[in-house]
């Protein structure tokens, strides 16, 4: 099968395109022909050796993806071989970025024949990310005000339809050029991060969603109200330690399972949320599309295709 792999961690020229072995379904496992890989912020963090996942090499990247069961492993029998279906790589765990990925059969779903690979495969991490920061973390309540950071991005833009839908008030930040896109999703506020210190704007949240990071962190903490919640995915694998005791830091434990890949499919059906927008590349264009993605400038997702 063709893949990008990487034999060293380095800069985008370390992606290389190639053959690697067709992978075998091991018990519980299946064989997906994919369609669609997303792109996400994790994997040119494990490129270039900044992510926690110490690979050994050659190493495929990519974490979720949809596409066509093509081969069973030893005790799967609730999917057949032509369903179409999607998921996230477990844990710990890439591979998306080829021809064919193996994957328990248990932590993906099925994909329906009205949603596009391509959308599946936008929503399928980004999505899952945010109902569990939302929905297990937060625990956003009906008429509380959440300050989602970043809500151009594939996750903020997930989560600030998903707390919509929840029934809260949406606060987000974003770049002048995307506060049409945001308000779109549904951000009732929008400030400008690079005209305006939120943390000045601001107050009194009930919960915050943190998708940035650095600095934005701490600072994040200013604008809870005594007992808000906030939730980080670009801290590390522990919770920050907040800058007052008042309020509570949260991790969410973005575990893989189907349940979770059939919210979004829920979500999706009931109209609440729709698929970000996207820039496609071949799969044999990583390189760029890494470029892309480490410079932060986007709006919605990156979907790399096989052909």
């Known amino acids: 099968m063709k893949a990008i792999f990487i034999n060293q961690q380095g800069g985008p020229e370390v992606l290389t395109y190639g053959d690697l072995p067709d992978p075998v379904p091991g018990p519980g496992e299946i064989v997906v022909d994919i369609a669609a890989a997303?792109?996400?912020?994790?994997?040119?963090?494990?490129?270039s050796g900044q992510g926690a996942l110490n690979p050994k090499f050659p190493h495929v990247l990519g974490r979720d993806f949809s596409g066509t069961v093509a081969a069973l492993g030893a005790g799967v029998t609730d999917l057949a071989i032509g369903d179409d279906v999607f998921g996230v790589c477990d844990t710990g765990q890439e591979g998306a970025y080829a021809e064919k990925i193996a994957i328990k059969a248990a932590i993906?779903?099925?994909?329906?024949?009205?949603?596009?690979?391509?959308?599946?495969?936008?929503?399928?991490?980004?999505?899952?990310?945010?109902?569990?920061?939302?929905?297990?973390?937060?625990?956003?309540?009906?008429?509380?005000?959440?300050?989602?950071?970043?809500?151009?991005?594939?996750?903020?833009g997930f989560a600030i339809q998903l707390a919509r839908h929840l029934g809260a008030r949406v606060i987000t930040t974003a770049s002048a050029a995307n506060h049409d896109y945001v308000r779109g999703l549904?951000?009732?506020?929008?400030?400008?991060?690079?005209?305006?210190?939120?943390?000045?704007?601001?107050?009194?949240?009930?919960?915050?969603?943190?998708?940035?990071?650095?600095?934005?962190t701490q600072r994040s903490f200013a604008?809870?109200?005594?007992?808000?919640?906030?939730?980080?995915?670009?801290a590390g694998p522990?919770?920050?330690?907040?800058?007052?005791?008042?309020?509570?830091?949260?991790?969410?434990?973005?575990?893989?399972?189907?349940?979770?890949?059939?919210?979004?499919?829920e979500l999706v059906r009931l109209g609440a949320v729709r698929p970000p927008v996207m820039q496609f590349f071949k799969l044999s264009d990583a390189a760029a599309a890494h470029r892309l993605s480490e410079s932060r400038h986007f709006r919605g997702k990156l979907i790399l295709t096989p052909k």
């Not at 997303?38 to 490129?47: E, G, L, P, Y």
């Not at 009205?114 to 959308?119: G, K, R, W």
């Not at 400008?192 to 915050?208: G, H, M, P, S």
């Open 108 to 156: 993906v779903a099925k994909k329906p024949a009205a949603m596009p690979h391509a959308d599946a495969a936008a929503m399928a991490l980004a999505g899952l990310t945010a109902i569990v920061a939302l929905e297990d973390s937060i625990k956003l309540q009906r008429g509380e005000t959440i300050l989602i950071q970043g809500g151009a991005g594939g996750v903020a």
């Open 238 to 265: 522990v919770p920050p330690t907040p800058s007052r005791q008042d309020v509570i830091s949260l991790r969410p434990d973005v575990r893989r399972d189907r349940p979770h890949l059939e919210r979004i499919v």
């Open 38 to 47: 997303s792109i996400n912020a994790a994997d040119w963090k494990v490129r």
């Open 186 to 216: 549904g951000a009732q506020e929008v400030i400008d991060y690079n005209a305006v210190d939120f943390t000045q704007a601001i107050k009194d949240c009930d919960a915050v969603f943190d998708t940035v990071g650095g600095d934005v």
């Open 223 to 234: 604008v809870l109200k005594s007992g808000g919640r906030a939730a980080f995915i670009t």
